[in-house]
């Protein structure tokens, strides 16, 4: 699952960035507002860690742009203890949670994880199926029901094929599909989407599934039986 963290004080930023990669989660950083608010609005997130006073633009602003725009990511606030009309206005405009500064870091954790878990959507189920295919996200394993074969998947494929499965039989574009699996600030030449891709496709096959990941010309891939 990837997380967006808007925060000005890069040292916050970083303590949050890197205990959160610790617990496996994919992790991207903005430093100023317009920033936070553009990639907020990419849709890849599942949730956004946003600091209220930020330069150029506010969590609030921010906040408001995102709900405003069905972006229907998590959100958790990062206020100051003066901030309490913030802290209001911001469950107002459509905040999950909030996390008064200073903070420790294991309970930003602990509110992340929650709000993750009460995402009441299939990103947060333990298996996700399509056809004949269940994936454990605790596991990191894939089994085709039919066959009742499995196998374990590595970790970027693992993102790739999740991602899929949350998108069953939609159309998936290259740029999306770089922007969830390998970040925003990912250079396009220099993953090779095709391999990671045929690394995948051989694993179904190998499970004896009939689930394909099919490209689409000119418009992405798409996962379908
Ligand atoms: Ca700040």
């Not at 890197?18 to 990419?42: A, H, M, P, Q, W």
């Not at 959100?75 to 003066?82: G, P, Y």
């Not at 051989?202 to 689409?216: D, P």
């Amino acid at each position: 699952m990837r997380i967006l963290v808007v925060e000005d004080e890069e040292a916050i930023a970083d303590v949050i960035a890197t205990k959160l990669r610790k617990e496996k989660y994919e992790v991207d950083i903005c430093f100023e507002g317009e920033e936070g608010l553009y990639n907020s609005l990419s849709n890849i997130y599942d949730l956004i860690i946003l600091d209220i006073m930020l330069p150029n633009m506010n969590g609030l602003e921010i906040l408001k742009e995102i709900r405003d725009n069905d972006i229907n990511a998590k959100v958790i606030m990062l206020t100051a203890k003066s901030e309490l009309d913030d802290k209001l206005k911001g469950f107002e405009i459509g905040a999950d949670d909030y996390v008064t500064k200073p903070f420790h870091i294991e309970e930003l954790i602990a509110r992340v994880n929650v709000q993750l878990r009460n995402k009441g959507n299939s990103k947060v189920k333990d298996i996700l199926e399509y056809s004949d295919l269940a994936l454990n996200i605790r596991t990191s394993t894939l089994t085709c029901v039919k066959t009742n074969e499995s196998i374990n998947i590595p970790y970027r494929e693992f993102l790739l094929l999740e991602y899929f499965m949350n998108n069953k039989e939609q159309i998936i574009s290259k740029e999306q599909i770089y922007d969830k699996v390998w970040g925003i600030e990912t250079d396009f030449e220099s993953n090779n989407l095709e391999a990671y891709l045929s690394f995948l496709r051989k694993k179904i096959k190998i499970i004896g599934s009939k689930v394909n990941i099919k490209a689409v010309r000119n418009l992405g891939y798409k996962m379908e039986e």
